[in-house]
């Protein structure tokens, strides 16, 4: 059991730092959208010319580019977060992981609503099709992340009474 542990924070320890160089390129993306949609703004033409889109096509696509980007950010974060209290921690079983997972379900939960009005803003039409796909694969990736926060909440009540034994 303690070979499995030490195996996992291992894993974890080169998983965090794999996650971080993720987190800081997304946060970086951001960065440069947002110039270059400032700068779009500031002077119109410059930057959506350069890409052949009109003004207000690049600023949604850019928008579109933002909001994604921050919800990977997000996901990013929280994995990186979960990875680093695991092997920093006695046990990978705390209720600030399960908090953790429950965001992440939240954001894919979350993201169809926010993402859809945007696709529809670049593309001008969504087929009946292209938003059960989205919903779909979002809300399936929402309920892998909540039944693994329930598997940690559990893992969480075995530690306690683990603890409580000894």
């Known amino acids: 059991m303690d070979n499995d542990l030490g195996r996992l924070k291992a894993l974890c320890r080169g998983l965090f730092f794999v996650l971080l160089l993720l987190t800081v390129i997304i946060a970086m993306g951001i ?53 680093s209290a695991i092997y920093r921690e006695y046990s990978p079983f705390t209720i600030k992981n399960v908090k953790r997972l429950e965001v992440i379900a939240l954001t894919y939960l979350l993201l169809p609503v926010v993402i ?36 940690f909440r559990y893992g969480c009540w075995l530690q306690k009474e683990s603890d409580e034994t000894l």
């Open 31 to 83: 960065c440069l959208l947002v110039s270059g949609a400032f700068i779009e703004i500031d002077s119109p033409g410059t930057v959506s010319g350069e890409a052949g889109l009109s003004g207000e096509e690049f600023i949604a696509v850019v928008g579109f580019g933002i909001v994604v980007m921050v919800v990977s950010l997000v996901v990013l974060v929280m994995l990186m977060n979960i990875a």
């Open 116 to 151: 859809s009005p945007m696709i529809y803003a670049v593309l001008g039409e969504l087929t009946a099709l292209e938003i059960i796909l989205l919903s779909f694969s979002s809300v399936l990736m929402a309920a892998i992340f909540y039944c693994l926060s329930l598997v």
